[in-house]
Each structure stands twice: as structure tokens, then as C-alpha cells.
Nanobody, 123 residues
Framework: QVQLVESGGGLVQAGDSLRLSCAASGRAFSTYNMGWFRQAPEKEREFVAAITNWGGSPYYADSVKGRFTISRDNSMNTVYLQMTLLRPEDTAVYYC????????????????WGQGTQVTVAS
């Protein structure tokens, strides 16, 4: 079992950057595939990015591709989401999630979730 805690959210202006962090507890972090999801008001939770347990094969939603970068540091039990060129439509609560199975681009494929961190991009 793993516990996840997101941090790094905040209020920024359009075009700015933020780096989100997700710190994990537990010994099995390096075995989990990790993902980032977000949920904006009045919208369903949507996939943002995913990365394998070994830090390869990053995959991104079309809406963030080229602007966001997912990475992980297994020695620190942490996964990151570097966000650049932020847009107002990026405003959402961002969640990190861990999968015991294979890489998943759907929230049902994840077993553990953090509480989320708010990202607000002003227009």
C-alpha cells in the first residue's frame, strides 16, 4: 500500500510555470506506474500524464502535450509534473495516482490516490 501527497499548486498567471510534486510513502514506490489526473469545476476527472515504474514511456493527454513533463525520482519516492505555458483551462485540482498493474490512461486503472492540489491559472 502507498500513500500519496501532492504539493506545489497555487495561483499563477497565464504563461507561467509550476512544478507539482507527489511524495509517496511505502517501500514499493518503484514498482508502481504513476499518473497525474485533473478535475476542473463541472468537468469529469481527466487523464493528464503517466509514466512507468522505471521512468520511461511518458504519455500525455493531447491538451498538455508539449507543455507538461512528467518525471520521477525513485530514490526520493517522488513523481513530478512540470507545467509550462499554463493556460486558464489548465485550472483544476491535480491528483497523482499509483497503479499496481500496467500503465493506465484511465482512472479506473489506478489503485491509490492523493488528496489533490489546486492549480489556478488566471487569465
Amino acid at each position: 500500500q502507498v500513500q500519496l501527497v501532492e504539493s506545489g499548486g497555487g495561483l499563477v498567471q497565464a504563461g507561467d510555470s509550476l512544478r507539482l510534486s507527489c511524495a509517496a510513502s511505502g517501500r514499493a514506490f518503484s514498482t508502481y506506474n504513476m499518473g497525474w489526473f485533473r478535475q476542473a469545476p463541472e468537468k469529469e476527472r481527466e487523464f493528464v500524464a503517466a509514466i512507468t515504474n522505471w521512468g520511461g514511456s511518458p504519455y500525455y493527454a493531447d491538451s498538455v502535450k508539449g507543455r507538461f513533463t512528467i518525471s520521477r525520482d525513485n530514490s526520493m519516492n517522488t513523481v513530478y509534473l512540470q507545467m509550462t505555458l499554463l493556460r486558464p483551462e489548465d485550472t483544476a485540482v491535480y491528483y497523482c495516482a499509483a497503479s499496481r498493474g500496467g500503465v493506465s490512461y484511465n482512472q479506473i486503472g489506478y489503485d491509490y490516490w492523493g488528496q489533490g492540489t489546486q492549480v489556478t491559472v488566471a487569465s
